[in-house]
Nanobody, 124 residues
């Protein structure tokens, strides 16, 4: 069992930066792939980024490549999402997710554990 709590969301102007954190509890964190998803009003939840359990492998949605960076600190049971050059279309609730193993699917339904989400609003 993994429990996830996101933080770091807020209101930022276009071009600005935010760093999201996801604190995890549970014995399986270090053996779990971790991911970030987002959901804008009226839209489906979409994949943003994911990282392998050792942090050696990452993947990103095309829309955030070159602007967002995912990382993790297994000693601190925390995964991060550094978001730079933010755009108004990045506005959404951002969710942290976890799943045991090495696979990092982009489909939300294939992830096992979810946080409650943190709001990111980017003004133009």
């Amino acid at each position: 069992q993994v429990q996830l709590v996101e933080s770091g969301g807020g209101l930022v102007q276009a071009g600005g930066s935010l760093r999201l954190s996801c604190a995890a509890s549970g014995r399986t964190f270090s053996n779990s792939a971790m991911g970030w998803f987002r959901q804008a009003p009226g839209k489906e939840r979409e994949f943003v980024s994911a990282i392998s359990w050792r942090g050696a492998s990452t993947n990103y949605a095309d829309s955030v490549k070159g602007r967002f960076t995912i990382s993790r600190d297994n000693a601190a049971n925390t995964v991060y999402l550094q978001m730079n050059s933010l755009k108004p279309e990045d506005t959404a609730v951002y969710y942290c997710a976890a799943r045991p193993g090495v696979v990092r699917p982009t489909t939300p339904q294939l992830w096992d554990y979810w946080g409650q989400g943190t709001q990111v609003t980017v003004s133009s």
